[in-house]
């Protein structure tokens, strides 16, 4: 991964077109939904929501998916082709000057000088006055971070097709928006307002879009998907806080992660030790496909909310990076996870299947080398790419040595 300059690498899409955020934003919610949606990541891309905004704006074609080839995803091809035709053609939006610390304003309320409210700003990575292709968070991911902070207060809602989301304790009102800005209402004072909204972002920032590949930033940090060799513009992000590179180019063990985050992270690491297990076990040769025999999954819910509660209490650039580096992991594993469990259905569900075959699919997959570049036998294509769900979560284990 190269750590250029954000500002020599940014590009226009191909085709020459600039998108207005808001715009893309809705069109991408419609396309992600017309996707296959299993995040197999062959088309490319680190997942399918990667490779809606990338389709939105012309930097894939519809033939970077090997699965929309398959005959049970031919209206899927119908609805992204009308999708893609009402691709708008807009002024482009360009990124925001960055506030200082992300404030826009902080004032008095208006019903009470006790109180304040403040407008804050998320910032993605993404200079003053460059086009911004993407919005600034991912729906999907903003809410599934959201849901792991309800906790800390009183109601929190958060709506995946809009990336919007609102927060509530005592008489305090939070609001999120896809486009990075977050306001506040009736809070005690402005040291209030930058505290909370340094654990908000810590604990958000993961759900960030990179400008150049339209991949999150818990994928990039990862590194899921075949990504560009220039630096993405994403790991600029962070309007109070900002990530350590040296992290980055150096992904932390579990003695590291365990060391930096106490009991808390190494109950974390524990679970990911048994994830794996399941995870090579089902592919175990001794096991074929037999799903009556397997095990029961283990849940990584649980886990992903508490190392986002970890990269919400950080206290520094370096911890605040190897938190959300492992939030990239375990959404890795969990997609690994969801990938063995829908490949023993859809194996019950057509057992016609070479049973060799399928025994060096899965053995080339236990070692994470399995192999998805060329064409694929139409009957084999749905199954490779859930077993590459798996295999990325073993690679980036056995890369960052976590593979036990």
């Given at each position: 991964m190269s750590l250029g300059s954000p500002e020599r690498n940014l590009k226009l899409n191909p085709n020459g077109r600039i998108y207005e955020a808001k715009s893309v934003s809705s069109l991408w919610v419609k396309t992600w939904k017309t996707t296959p949606r299993i995040d197999c990541g062959l088309c490319g891309s680190a997942n399918c929501s990667g490779f809606a905004r990338a389709l939105v704006v012309g930097?894939?074609?519809?033939?970077?998916?090997?699965?929309?080839?398959?005959?049970?995803?031919?209206?899927?091809?119908?609805?992204?082709?009308?999708l893609r035709k009402r691709s708008p053609t807009l002024?482009?939006?360009?990124?925001?000057?960055?506030?200082?610390?992300?404030?826009?304003?902080?004032?008095?309320?208006?019903?009470?000088?006790?109180k304040v409210m403040a407008e804050l700003r998320v910032?993605?990575?993404?200079?003053?006055?460059?086009?911004?292709?993407?919005?600034?968070?991912?729906?999907?991911?903003?809410?599934?971070?959201?849901?792991?902070?309800?906790?800390?207060?009183?109601?929190?809602?958060c709506s995946r097709d809009l990336g919007y989301g609102?927060?509530?304790?005592?008489?305090?009102?939070?609001?999120?928006?896809?486009?990075?800005?977050?306001?506040?209402?009736?809070?005690?004072?402005?040291?209030e307002v930058l505290d909370l909204f340094n654990r908000l972002e810590q604990s958000l920032l993961g759900a960030a879009i990179c400008n150049c590949c339209?991949?999150?930033?818990?994928?990039?940090?990862?590194?899921?998907?075949e990504m560009p060799k220039n630096q993405h513009p994403v790991l600029s992000a962070g309007s109070s806080t900002s990530l350590d590179l040296s992290v980055v180019e150096s992904p932390p063990s579990m003695d590291d992660y365990a060391s930096a985050f106490g009991s808390e992270g190494f109950s974390i690491c524990e679970s990911v030790k048994r994830a794996t297990a399941f995870l090579r076990d089902s592919l175990a040769p001794r096991r074929g496909h037999?799903?009556?025999?397997?095990?029961?999954?283990?849940?990584?819910?649980?886990?992903?909310?508490?190392?986002?509660?970890?990269?919400?209490?950080?206290?520094?650039?370096?911890?605040?990076t190897m938190a959300l580096m492992t939030l990239g992991l375990l959404r890795a594993v969990e997609n690994g996870i969801q990938g063995i469990l829908e490949f023993r259905s859809t194996i019950d569900q057509s057992p016609e299947h070479d049973p060799s075959a399928l025994a060096e699919l899965m053995t080339s997959t236990r070692d994470g080398r399995l192999e998805c570049s060329g064409r694929l036998?139409?009957?084999?294509?749905?199954?490779?790419?859930?077993?590459?769900?798996?295999?990325?979560?073993?690679?980036?284990?056995?890369?960052?040595g976590w593979l036990t």
């Open positions: 930097d894939l074609d519809l033939a970077a998916c090997p699965l929309l080839k398959l005959p049970k995803y031919s209206e899927l091809i119908e609805e992204l082709e009308a002024v482009a939006k360009p990124a925001a000057k960055l506030p200082e610390g992300g404030v826009l304003f902080t004032r008095p309320c208006q019903d009470t000088d006790e910032f993605n990575g993404v200079p003053e006055g460059i086009p911004l292709r993407f919005g600034v968070f991912d729906p999907k991911l903003l809410c599934d971070l959201m849901d792991c902070v309800a906790s800390g207060f009183e109601l929190v809602r609102r927060a509530e304790i005592n008489d305090m009102s939070i609001t999120f928006m896809q486009d990075g800005r977050i306001n506040m209402r009736r809070v005690s004072d402005k040291k339209g991949n999150d930033l818990l994928s990039v940090l990862s590194g899921i998907g037999n799903s009556d025999t397997a095990k029961p999954p283990p849940d990584l819910g649980l886990s992903f909310c508490n190392a986002v509660e970890l990269a919400a209490e950080s206290k520094d650039n370096r911890t605040l036998p139409g009957p084999l294509v749905e199954l490779v790419a859930h077993l590459s769900r798996v295999n990325q979560a073993i690679r980036l284990l056995s890369d960052w």
